[in-house]
């Protein structure tokens, strides 16, 4: 069964280095996710991306945070400059096209913030 | 604003007993409503959705989930516990328009004893 892959499973920074994260979405997939789980907390939407673009971002996605798909596979999350409350566990979500459908996730990607 | 409500942090239940997960949302327009399930160092796994028609839908894991749209509630039910079941439970809404991202409730820790 097809899933969605995300690396590394775990990445440690220091404050005010930049991060990238990748994901591989499923391959027949046009829509794209990322979240974040803060330790003890509830998970929350960071973006969606859909033919090549930001469809939507919620207040935790500022200038610091940029997504993009460079190859058609892999669709990654950079922060540029890491803070301590960056600290958290990333998922990478991907759905086929059509409303009904619903968003498959990846392992997530556990990253550190020293 | 979207929400929802998973009231229990934690439920414990023997295993051969029936188990429910509540959840109650908040949305303005028609909801679309999920569960998922995250063990131990894993991703979100997708347990099943409610997207329209019957109120009673049924999952992976011969877990369903009743829609009382009364009561906004999308419960989570299973007729005999597994000790294999015990996990983390998300129940999350997502509306009809939009980017479709996710709304996530805090999530119920469940655990089945032997």
């Known amino acids: 069964e097809p899933e969605v892959t995300q690396t590394p499973s775990h990445q440690v920074t220091q404050m005010g280095q930049e991060v990238i994260l990748r994901c591989v979405p499923i391959s027949n997939h046009l829509y794209f996710y990322w979240y974040r789980q803060i330790l003890g907390q509830k998970v929350e939407f960071l973006v969606s991306f859909y033919n090549n673009e930001i469809s939507e971002k919620s207040e935790i996605f500022d200038d610091q945070f940029s997504v993009e798909r460079p190859d058609g596979s892999n669709f990654t999350l950079k922060i540029r400059s890491t803070k301590l409350e960056d600290s958290a566990m990333y998922f990478c979500?991907?759905?086929?096209?059509?409303?009904?459908?619903?968003?498959?996730f990846g392992p997530g990607t556990r990253l550190t913030v020293t | 604003a979207q929400s929802v409500a998973q009231p229990e942090d934690q439920v414990n239940v023997a295993e051969g007993n029936p188990l429910t997960v509540k959840c109650t949302y908040s949305?303005?327009?028609?909801?679309?409503l999920f569960w998922y399930v995250q063990y131990p160092n894993r991703g979100l796994q997708f347990l099943l959705k409610?997207?329209?028609?019957?109120?009673l839908v049924k999952g992976s894991y011969g877990f369903e989930a009743e829609f009382n749209k009364s009561q906004t509630s999308f419960h989570l039910k299973k007729p005999s516990a597994l000790v294999s079941d015990s996990a983390l439970y998300f129940c999350a809404v997502r509306l009809d328009r939009g980017s479709y991202k996710l709304i996530f409730g805090s999530g119920t820790r469940l655990l089945v004893r032997p």
């Open positions: 949305v303005s327009g028609n909801p679309y």
């Open positions: 979500a991907s759905r086929l096209p059509g409303q009904a459908y619903e968003q498959y």
């Open positions: 409610y997207i329209t028609g019957d109120n």
